[in-house]
């Protein structure tokens, strides 16, 4: 007799299908298990069978062949055990099977027979889904987590006694209802706490608005790490699909569902397997588990070079993959990335209060770490200078994160529109920017963004950035027309590491009307 049972693998974020499949023939006693199974998927036999025993079933003197299909690729956790608990006893009779077709099973089993959490439930709940699956049996465990999936009739049990109560009607377990964890505003550091730094706090708005990378650049003690946590307090409230979304990537790294916009702050020595994912098997990184919010790099001269390099493809996709011999996994990786760096390696060139000690060569190796087509991809770079003690005891109190998140809300629907920022992926790319928005350029605008391309020898990445982020400056604005005032505030952040200028120096305290 064989009997399948329906259940799932992780690949990187997302999940594919595995059906276990249990053959009750006869010869001597046995237990074989087929499919490229790795070690954890193997020793569930000796789970399986203590669990067994523990919730009083006993395993028929058979010989037993379980086959996980497709027996192509690699089974890797411990989630098939309650799959492979339930296949056995439905061979032997001792389960009802008739709903197993349409019923994806997981968990992992302990000797006693009591289920234990599984990495990736939601990968594999949505996977379910879209494979046509009616019905999952999950663990008791991580019941909140399965009620973020809907469109499936999920069922939590706490043993395998549950489990098979449950398949053979003689136990009623009730569905999960549906949860949405709601957003701890009141947790999130507001960006009314900042004094002054008025030219930051504008890029941090145009950074939200527009979803473009920032750069920040100056001494110790600026506030760049400051500025940057309150990055996500700015953006728009996730729609239910993007909760989801973030839910299942945390999932698949075996984390909690975050609450509110992810913030991924990685340290410096972190490795680009690390940052950009990877290992065996493949794990999300950095830039994925900061997906729909944001990915701060902290001292980003002092990552280590192949890590940085590989941001590169990744700023400019939205989209991490990963080739193995084998496989293929396509990750998704569409964050706003934050740079923060000082100026040298004592941090103190170009400060008008401190001496920098470096050498042009000390400075102009820390700066060689960054290599020029990274630099380019930052559509804002901001230089901030140290703010004085006056400016903390009597500067003026600044807007609110609710009230720019506003401002923020509005200028990204008239970006969704316009086509300029579709919804839930990164900003058009700039051959659609130049035929789209080059027609949208008054006169004047379109006079100074051709100087400015000659003189400060932009490249052709670097003038549709500066397109895009005029273009978003548009949108704050609450403009059709992109103006000479939005170019030339937009050309403004694409200053090179030397110092604030007079530019940058000179920007508005309010959003430009």
Same mark, same amino acid.
């Given at each position: ?7 799932s ?44 025993a523990?919730?009083g ?24 055990d309650l ?108 960006l ?62 075996g984390?909690? #569902? ?16 690390a940052l ?69 390696p ?18 102009e190796?820390y ?57 839930g992926?990164? #900003? ?5 920017l ?11 605008a ?68």
């Amino acid at each position: 007799m064989t009997t399948r049972v329906r259940s799932s693998s992780l690949v990187g974020v997302d999940a594919q299908p595995v059906d276990v499949e249990i053959h009750l023939g006869k010869g001597l006693p046995g237990f074989d298990l087929v499919g490229l199974a790795e070690a954890a998927v193997r020793e569930s036999r000796v789970r399986v069978r203590a669990a067994l025993a523990h919730s009083g079933f006993e395993l028929p003197p058979r010989h037993l062949v379980l086959n996980l299909a497709p027996a192509d690729t690699k089974k890797r956790g411990t989630h098939f055990d309650l799959a492979i608990a339930i296949g056995v006893l439905a061979a032997c009779g001792a389960c009802a099977g008739d709903e197993l077709e349409s019923t994806l099973v997981l968990g992992e089993l302990s000797l006693s027979g009591e289920l234990r959490a599984v990495t990736g439930l939601l990968p594999m709940l949505r996977r379910a889904r879209t494979q046509g699956l009616t019905r999952a049996i999950v663990p008791l465990a991580q019941a909140r987590e399965a009620s973020l999936v809907t469109g499936l009739d999920v069922r939590a049990v706490a043993t395998l006694g549950e489990c098979v109560g449950l398949l053979s009607r003689a136990f009623h377990v009730p569905p999960l209802e549906p949860y949405e964890s709601a957003r701890p505003t009141s947790l999130e550091p507001d960006l009314s706490d900042v004094r002054g730094q008025v030219v930051g706090k504008r890029a941090l708005e145009i950074a939200a608005a527009g979803q473009h990378d920032l750069l920040f650049v100056g001494p110790p003690g600026a506030g760049k790490t400051m500025l940057a946590r309150r990055l996500p307090g700015l953006l728009p409230e996730p729609s239910p699909d993007e909760r989801l979304e973030a839910a299942t990537i945390a999932s698949a790294a075996g984390l909690a #569902p975050p609450s509110m916009r992810p913030f991924r702050a990685p340290h410096h020595t972190a490795s680009s397997a690390a940052l950009v994912g990877g290992g065996e098997p493949v794990r999300p990184g950095e830039v994925t588990l900061a997906h729909g919010g944001v990915l701060f790099l902290d001292e980003l001269p002092e990552l280590q070079r192949n890590a940085i390099e590989s941001l590169r493809t990744v700023m400019e996709s939205g989209e991490v993959a990963i080739a193995r011999a084998r496989e293929r996994v396509v990750m998704p990786a569409r964050s706003i990335v934050v740079g923060a760096m000082n100026p040298c390696p004592c941090g103190y060139a170009g400060d008008p209060q401190r001496m920098c000690k470096c050498s042009p060569a000390r400075v102009e190796s820390y700066r060689g770490r960054l290599s020029g087509p990274l630099l380019d991809r930052f559509d804002l770079r901001v230089w901030l200078s140290p703010v004085r003690m006056a400016e903390v005891d009597r500067g003026p109190v600044g807007e609110s994160s609710a009230l720019v998140r506003a401002r923020v809300a509005r200028a990204r629907e008239r970006a969704h529109e316009h086509g300029d920022l579709e919804r839930g992926q990164r #900003p058009t790319n700039t051959a659609r920017l130049f035929a789209r928005h080059l027609g949208e350029l008054e006169p004047e605008a379109r006079a100074l963004l051709d100087r400015a391309g000659d003189r400060l020898r932009l490249s052709m990445r670097a003038l549709g950035r500066t397109l895009r982020v005029a273009r978003t400056l548009a949108h704050l604005a609450e403009v059709d027309r992109i103006a000479v005032v939005h170019v030339a505030e937009a050309l403004r952040y694409r200053g090179d590491l030397d110092g604030p200028g007079d530019a940058q120096s000179a920007a508005p305290a309010s959003p430009a009307r």
